[in-house]
């Protein structure tokens, strides 16, 4: 079974400081590694996925996540945040190649709060 | 393309009453999933679906059915509501192993 440690309940930031977002997992198999974006009173939208391949995953609106399969970690990092960044990020993991369900496991939740 | 939407968008039901949430997907995706979101414990899966006509239990089914009569539609029932069925419900679909989500229902049980 996977699970997802998501330590951080919310970030403070200031505008265009940078940010990283912790994300660990767990699991006995190879994995699928997402992360979502949820702007308030909106569904979730994808930000970025690990599938395979490069570990250094570039996703929409500048952010970027790196996995790290020695630290079961994939961090969530910008280099410079705007107030437009303000929302609640959730990474999710689904078991690799073979999970035949694609069911993710989320993470908490992480709301980042980006001050001028 | 309307990606995958949901109605209602919000309801209000008492104790006891029974409602159903339908999902829709353009998409031509097989696999459909139904969460529900409270504060701090992120989303959690309640049933989903692998193609027409089957489904599965989730990690929280207690108090609610679903029924996928049509590939693209995925309907989640509360037969009788509880006031700990107060939450925002999303329905997702996928296809290559990331999930498209929509917008989302807010129920609120007096």
């Known amino acids: 079974a996977q699970s997802v440690t998501q330590l951080d309940s919310q970030v403070p930031v200031f505008e265009e400081a940078p940010v990283e977002l912790r994300c660990n997992y767990s699991s006995s198999v190879s994995v699928y590694l997402f992360w979502y974006v949820q702007y308030p009173n909106q569904g979730l939208q994808l930000l970025l996925k690990y599938l395979s391949g490069s570990t250094l995953v570039k996703g929409i609106n500048g952010f970027e996540a790196e996995f790290n399969k020695s630290q079961t970690s994939f961090h969530l990092r910008k280099p410079s945040v705007h107030i437009s960044d303000t929302a609640e990020y959730f990474c999710a993991v689904s078991a690799g190649y073979g999970g035949a369900t694609n069911k993710l496991i989320f993470g908490t939740g992480t709301l980042l709060a980006v001050q001028p | 393309n309307a990606g995958v939407t949901q109605t209602p968008k919000f309801r209000v039901l008492k104790t006891g009453q029974s409602m159903t949430l339908l999902c829709a997907q353009d998409?031509?995706?097989?696999?459909m999933y139904w969460y529900r979101q409270d504060p701090g414990m992120g989303l959690r899966l309640i049933h989903y679906s692998v193609g027409e006509g089957t489904t599965a239990k989730g990690e929280v089914p207690d108090g609610y059915n679903v029924s996928r009569l049509k590939k693209q539609n995925f309907l989640l029932g509360l037969e009788s509501a509880a006031p700990s069925q107060t939450s925002v419900y999303f329905c997702?679909?996928?296809?290559?192993?990331?999930?498209?989500f929509g917008p989302g229902t807010r129920l609120t049980v007096l």
């Open positions: 998409m031509n995706h097989e696999y």
């Open positions: 997702a679909s996928s296809q290559g192993g990331w999930q498209f």
